[in-house]
């Protein structure tokens, strides 16, 4: 039985949730015992399109994940929406379809767009105003209370450290569920945002290695205040250091027997992915079964 994502964040345990990015990374993590997933935007380019996360995926690639793990998973499903996929008409639209195809937390974002992964340089971002109304209208588009918005500020790096705080003040005001302040730069600025704010709305940290944020354990993120740690791209670098060395692996020597050891075999991934148990259900309607 899903968890309600609304109540689970009044309690004091931090919520860390992976980043994933297809149906088998969401299935693992949901074998691996984690209450909910993060679909990152980033990893969502770096494996769909095999390019940086610089605004080049759509409302419909994203959309087509959620149906996707929706579809295999029971799992809550925090969803990075960029920017909405533009102005507040694209907002009202993306919040319908995500929400409708089972996304249970739609983060937006107030980057100008094209936008950017938000621990690159070079972002830029949309006025208060503008970013104001997207959060509006995701909160008057959504069909329930049980959805929540969650509004990313990453002015931190435009407009500085003192501004992203204004922001974030404005985007609770407008309805936002959740506060997320991209990109803060130390330690301090980290127990600067949880005294603010802590108790007011959830907050998110964002754990990206080699980032500009500081990464933290969830134990001392709690500490902090944080109610979520996400680790977005971990799971996508992970990957792409396995099959890195496992092609090199393969290229060298021309067979997979030196990495035997650190795969799955035909029956261990098929176990994994509960092909005994599809077959068998399927076997049950043959004939005309029930």
Do not use: W
């Given at each position: 039985m899903m968890?309600?994502?609304?109540?689970?964040?009044?309690q004091p345990?931090?919520?860390l949730?992976?980043?994933?990015?297809?149906?088998?990374?969401?299935l693992m993590?949901?074998?691996?015992?984690?209450e909910?997933?993060?679909?990152?935007?980033?990893s969502?380019a770096?494996t769909?399109?095999?390019r940086?996360?610089?605004?080049?995926?759509?409302?419909t690639?994203?959309?087509?994940k959620?149906?996707?793990?929706?579809d295999?998973i029971?799992?809550?499903i925090?969803?990075d929406?960029?920017?909405g996929?533009g102005?507040?008409?694209?907002?009202?639209r993306?919040?319908?379809g995500?929400?409708r195809n089972?996304?249970n937390v739609?983060?937006l974002?107030d980057?100008?767009f094209p936008?950017?992964?938000g621990?690159l340089?070079?972002?830029?971002?949309?006025?208060?105003?503008?970013?104001v109304?997207?959060?509006?209208?995701?909160?008057?588009?959504r069909h329930?209370a049980d959805t929540?918005?969650?509004?990313?500020t990453?002015?931190?790096?435009?407009?500085?450290?003192e501004?992203?705080?204004?922001?974030?003040?404005?985007y609770?005001l407008?309805?936002?569920d959740i506060?997320?302040?991209?990109a803060?730069?130390?330690?301090?600025?980290?127990r600067?945002?949880?005294?603010?704010?802590k108790?007011r709305?959830?907050?998110l940290?964002n754990m990206v290695e080699?980032g500009?944020?500081p990464?933290k354990s969830t134990?001392a993120?709690?500490?902090?205040?944080?109610?979520?740690?996400?680790?977005?791209g971990?799971?996508?670098?992970?990957?792409?250091?396995?099959?890195q060395?496992?092609?090199a692996?393969l290229k060298?020597t021309?067979s997979?027997d030196?990495?035997?050891d650190?795969?799955f075999?035909?029956?261990?991934?098929?176990?994994?992915?509960?092909t005994?148990?599809l077959?068998?259900?399927?076997?049950?309607?043959?004939?005309?079964?029930?």
């Amino acid at each position: 039985m899903m968890i309600n994502l609304k109540a689970r964040l009044q309690q004091p345990e931090i919520l860390l949730a992976p980043g994933v990015y297809d149906a088998l990374s969401a299935l693992m993590a949901e074998q691996a015992g984690f209450e909910a997933i993060y679909i990152s935007g980033a990893s969502v380019a770096y494996t769909t399109l095999g390019r940086s996360d610089v605004g080049l995926t759509t409302f419909t690639e994203v959309n087509e994940k959620i149906v996707e793990m929706r579809d295999r998973i029971q799992l809550p499903i925090i969803v990075d929406a960029d920017t909405g996929f533009g102005n507040a008409l694209n907002t009202e639209r993306t919040v319908r379809g995500f929400e409708r195809n089972g996304a249970n937390v739609i983060q937006l974002e107030d980057q100008s767009f094209p936008k950017r992964c938000g621990h690159l340089d070079g972002k830029t971002v949309v006025s208060t105003a503008e970013m104001v109304g997207k959060i509006k209208a995701a909160v008057n588009s959504r069909h329930s209370a049980d959805t929540l918005i969650m509004a990313r500020t990453d002015a931190v790096a435009v407009e500085g450290f003192e501004q992203a705080l204004e922001r974030a003040e404005q985007y609770l005001l407008a309805g936002a569920d959740i506060l997320f302040i991209e990109a803060v730069r130390s330690d301090e600025q980290m127990r600067i945002v949880n005294e603010r704010f802590k108790g007011r709305a959830p907050l998110l940290a964002n754990m990206v290695e080699g980032g500009k944020t500081p990464v933290k354990s969830t134990a001392a993120l709690q500490a902090l205040g944080y109610s979520i740690a996400i680790f977005p791209g971990g799971t996508v670098r992970s990957v792409a250091k396995t099959l890195q060395t496992y092609f090199a692996e393969l290229k060298a020597t021309g067979s997979t027997d030196g990495f035997r050891d650190k795969m799955f075999d035909f029956d261990g991934l098929n176990g994994l992915i509960g092909t005994p148990e599809l077959l068998a259900r399927g076997k049950r309607y043959e004939g005309g079964g029930e």
